[in-house]
């Protein structure tokens, strides 16, 4: 009897190609990880216009690894365009790889659905120029931003060292101006290390909180028609199939 895991392929946006540490903490135990990375180094509309059309490439170079399902695990760089050009996106990448496909963006905006939030208060690393790109996806997409606060960041290092009491920090920012009508705080951006604080602010806010690095990993295996379900990173990887 075969032992071997399922794989799923990550397209990143560092250029190294690392696999995330998200997927391995919650999923590393029965799914096998690959990445191939895209090489941007600003979080801007520029620096997405210089690496998405790439994205079909490594979809192929992904299948060619042998992996069953392929995801985009770059939020931005799936709303920056809007959702029509998501919609576009993800065919691209079932077209060239041949295998089922997600993307952060995809994945985030199921997870808010499978808590039934329409209502959301947005966390980001972003500039304003990205912000409101994602506020424009997000209303387009069928949700209502109530608030949103960035932290005004473009580089990709600037980002990934973001600490985790700047994450908190930055998530109990963005609530003050909710006033209690939010069902979700979302942290956007797969570069922030989300599955700590997760945790630390659904239980201080006593809202769901859906982090794109922690959604992202749980939309790319559920296209493997496997649980989302885990022993850590919040109240998402609680819910029921």
């Known amino acids: 009897m075969s032992t071997l895991k399922p794989k799923v392929g990550l397209i990143v946006p560092p250029a190294s190609g690392e696999v995330p540490p998200e997927p391995l903490a919650l999923y590393g135990d029965k799914v096998d990880f690959v990445a191939v990375g895209l090489g941007l180094g600003k979080l801007t509309p520029e620096g997405y216009d210089g690496v998405i059309e790439r994205v079909g490439e490594l ?14 695990m770059g939020t ?14 993800v065919e691209i990448m079932q077209s060239e ?8 963006s995809d994945s985030v905006t199921k997870a808010f659905d499978a808590f039934g939030a329409k209502r959301l208060v947005v966390a980001t690393p972003y500039v304003s120029s990205v912000n409101r790109l994602l506020e424009e996806f997000l209303v387009e997409s069928g949700f ?11 580089r990709v290092e600037d980002i990934l060292a973001v600490s985790q009491d700047e994450l908190r920090q930055l998530g109990l920012e963005a609530m003050k101006s909710a ?10 951006c797969g570069g922030l290390r989300t599955e700590v604080v997760t945790s630390e602010l659904e239980s201080e ?14 939309g790319a295996v559920r296209l493997l028609g496997l649980s ?4 850590t990173g ?3 990887f609680m819910l029921d199939d």
């Open 179 to 188: 006033k209690g009508e939010a069902d979700a705080l979302f942290i956007s």
């Open 234 to 236: 919040g109240k998402l």
């Open 144 to 154: 209502e931003v109530v608030h949103l606060h960035g932290l005004g960041l473009e």
């Open 97 to 104: 790889s041949g295998l089922p496909a997600t993307t952060m």
């Open 76 to 89: 931005s760089l799936s709303f920056y365009r809007g959702p029509k050009y998501h919609a576009q996106l």
């Open 205 to 218: 806010l006593n809202i769901p909180v859906i982090s794109s690095a922690l959604a992202g990993a749980w």
């Open 228 to 231: 989302g379900r885990a022993d």
């Open 59 to 72: 979809s192929r170079i992904l299948a060619a690894d042998g992996v069953q399902a392929v995801s985009l």
